[in-house]
């Protein structure tokens, strides 16, 4: 069966400093791959996805960055973090090519003080 | 891209009593149509999907449906309990060679009232 890991769970990060976010698939090839950032109390906003390695679409410019070195890890970046960029970040995956469903990971909670 | 609007941002029923949640979406390509429950602090989790060639789908106490020309869909919550409250998504899926964006409207806050 296919699952999803992300991690860490919970992140305190300072301004200015970098991120790194990793998500991984398991017990699926070639899925699309999604980041989505969830602010207190918001909905659920589309940052990145990815349909292949090294393929990424972003959906809304900012200081963030995704990348996809192998085919069933997917990685959210950042060089320096903003206030702003608080929030909960979810990874997903969906079956490629099929209107299917998305399965989340368990979400970062990252905090920037 | 496609855009999903979702109404109401927050919703409070009494226990027992029946919950709608309505969403639009602007793309008349989008084909699949997801509703997501979120509790506190979890990861959304799919509750019921429709596709655009059903009007309307229905499991136990959820149901949903679907108007393509009005390119509304709704959520239908019947015999509500405490354990519905949470946050609802909807989502829309947007088809075509490699693009399978899949855009969430803002959420509804379910309290149920016991």
């Known amino acids: 069966s296919q699952t999803i890991h992300q991690w860490p769970a919970t992140l305190v990060q300072p301004v200015g400093s970098p991120l790194s976010l990793e998500c991984t698939v398991e017990?699926?090839?070639?899925?699309?791959l999604y980041w989505y950032r969830q602010a207190a109390g918001r909905g659920l906003q589309l940052l990145f996805y990815?349909?292949?390695?090294?393929?990424i679409s972003s959906e809304v410019p900012q200081n963030l960055s995704a990348s996809r070195p192998q085919d069933r890890q997917f990685i959210l970046s950042s060089k320096k973090l903003l206030l702003s960029d608080s929030g909960f970040y979810l990874c997903?995956?969906?079956?490629?090519?099929?209107?299917?469903?998305?399965?989340f990971g368990q979400g970062t909670r990252l905090t920037v003080v | 891209g496609e855009n999903v609007e979702q109404h109401p941002s927050t919703l409070s029923v009494q226990e027992g009593d029946s919950a709608v949640i309505k969403c639009t979406y602007s793309d008349s390509a989008s084909n699949y149509f997801p509703w997501y429950k979120q509790e506190l602090g979890k990861r959304p989790q799919l509750i019921i999907d429709i596709r655009s060639n059903v009007g309307e789908k229905k499991d136990q106490r959820i149901a949903v449906t679907l108007n393509k020309t009005a390119k509304h869909f709704s959520l239908h919550i019947t015999e509500t309990q405490p354990e519905d409250s949470a946050v609802y998504f909807c989502a829309a899926s947007l088809t075509g060679a490699g693009s399978y964006q899949l855009t969430f409207g803002k959420g509804t806050k379910l309290s149920v009232i016991p």
């Open positions: 017990g699926t090839s070639n899925p699309n």
């Open positions: 997903a995956w969906r079956e490629t090519g099929m209107n299917t469903e998305a399965f």
């Open positions: 990815s349909v292949g390695i090294g393929q």
